[in-house]
């Protein structure tokens, strides 16, 4: 499996976009990079994927550098409930996904 | 995207008992369906694979014979945590792919937390 390097933890004012990074230098031509938030004491909430093009979907936009060696989540106007433990995973999306230890990201009032 | 649920929430159950917790696809049939527990301050870990209309691939230092899983239809996966002890305290969540999604994207359910006294 590819492994993923994210910080553990990043503070965020709310209403300002977050940008949470991912290393992922090992990354197969067939996986995908994919992001889960999970919120304290809830199951993983999935968030966006993509391969190699940029992606946007409602809740926040995926930037995947050409080389696909790292990526960043982008939430554009964060808030409170945005509060959560985030985590990037690379996988071909048909085996069980491997959680590292993810970001921690605190959105400030 | 796909809704998967967990039955029940929250358990709190007796040293040495049984308990058994649904995980169900609600709009989607999966053939497949994972089993994660998640122990505080840790991130998720697998515990098993469940196939629908076949056995469970279990973890490695996972006991089979301890976490029952079956997968009897293709909206439906169950694990009974056997004899429970308080070590198996923990948050237990499943997922399960949409097959019908191209990209294959895994949804979790909720979670349940488990308490041995």
């Known amino acids: 499996d590819a492994k993923t390097t994210q910080p553990p933890s990043m503070d965020c004012a709310e209403g300002r976009a977050a940008n949470l990074p991912c290393n992922h230098s090992t990354i197969s031509g067939n996986e995908y990079v994919y992001w889960y938030r999970q919120i304290h004491s809830q199951g993983p909430q999935y968030i966006i994927h993509?391969?190699?093009n940029n992606e946007t979907n409602e809740m926040a936009s995926l930037i995947i550098t050409e080389d696909r060696k790292s990526s960043t989540l982008i939430l554009p106007h964060a808030t409170l409930r945005d509060t959560a433990v985030y985590y990037c995973?690379?996988?071909?999306?048909?085996?069980?996904?491997?959680f590292g230890s993810g970001t921690r990201l605190q959105v400030q009032p | 995207g796909a809704v998967v649920s967990q039955h029940p929430s929250w358990v709190i159950c007796k040293s040495g008992t049984s308990v058994k917790i649904e995980c169900r696809s609600l709009d989607f049939q999966a053939t497949t369906m994972f089993w994660y527990r998640q122990f505080p301050k840790q991130s998720l870990m697998l515990m098993a694979t469940?196939?629908?209309?076949?056995?469970?691939?279990?973890e490695q230092g996972v006991e089979k014979d301890k976490f029952l899983i079956n997968h009897a239809s293709l909206t439906l996966s169950t694990l009974t945590v056997t004899s429970a002890h308080p070590e198996d305290s923990s948050f237990y969540i499943c997922?399960?792919?949409?097959?019908?999604?191209?990209?294959?994207?895994?949804?979790f359910g909720p979670g349940t937390r488990l308490t041995v006294l």
């Open positions: 469940s196939n629908e209309g076949s056995k469970a691939t279990y």
């Open positions: 993509g391969l190699k």
């Open positions: 997922s399960a792919r949409d097959p019908s999604e191209r990209t294959d994207t895994q949804y």
């Open positions: 995973i690379v996988d071909t999306g048909r085996r069980a996904l491997t």
